[in-house]
Nanobody, 115 residues
């Protein structure tokens, strides 16, 4: 089993930046894909950015050019650098790790973009 702990959320003004971190522990050797999803109030959880098998990345159209996913394999950590934040980016951001056994989620971290 994989445990995921997110950090880095908070309140930021429109146009600002935040960096989220997700540290994985447990059976990290079994992870084949890892990334970020978000869920805004009243909406379904949606993909933000992920690493798929190998080094391929996948971004939601709404964040392309503004968000960047990165990872540090030595630390078993994935990051989400978020620039030019907009009010519509407000959501709870969840880290996600996929293994052959199943899907693991973190507890989520709140990101609020407001003036």
């Amino acid at each position: 089993q994989v445990q995921l702990v997110e950090s880095g959320g908070g309140l930021v003004q429109p146009g600002g930046s935040l960096r989220l971190s997700c540290a994985a522990s447990g059976s990290v050797f079994s992870i084949y894909a890892m990334g970020w999803y978000r869920q805004a109030p009243g909406k379904q959880r949606e993909l933000v950015a992920t690493f798929t098998r190998g080094d391929s990345t996948n971004y939601a159209d709404s964040v392309k050019g503004r968000f960047t996913i990165a990872r540090d394999n030595a630390k078993n950590t994935v990051y989400l650098q978020m620039n030019s934040l907009k009010p519509e980016d407000t959501a709870v951001y969840y880290c996600n790790a996929r293994t052959i056994v199943g899907i693991n989620w973190g507890q989520g971290t709140q990101v609020t973009v407001s003036s």
